[in-house]
């Protein structure tokens, strides 16, 4: 049982977080490039965000946004 959970460790250390590690060791040498996938992602979140708040805007202006207490079933 204990080389079962070896092998668990083994695989989260050395394959699971491999490009983990990578970025941390490039944070000594560029912190931008670092911190890529935290731009992209922000980037991508952002976007959703203002698509989010675009559709709120038009259901709201349309009128057809239910915004009585019944519009969902838990508020009963």
């Known amino acids: 049982m204990t080389t079962f959970f070896r092998e668990i460790k083994y695989f989260f250390e ?14 000594l040498s560029s912190w931008w490039w670092a911190n890529i996938i935290t731009w992209i ?17 038009k259901f709201s202006k349309e009128g057809t946004e239910r915004v009585d207490i019944t519009a969902h079933s838990f508020f009963k």
């Open 14 to 27: 050395e394959i699971a977080f491999a490009p983990y590690d990578y970025l941390r060791h490039l944070e």
């Open 41 to 57: 992602m922000l980037v991508v979140l952002l976007g959703f965000f203002f698509y989010w708040v675009k559709q709120l805007v």
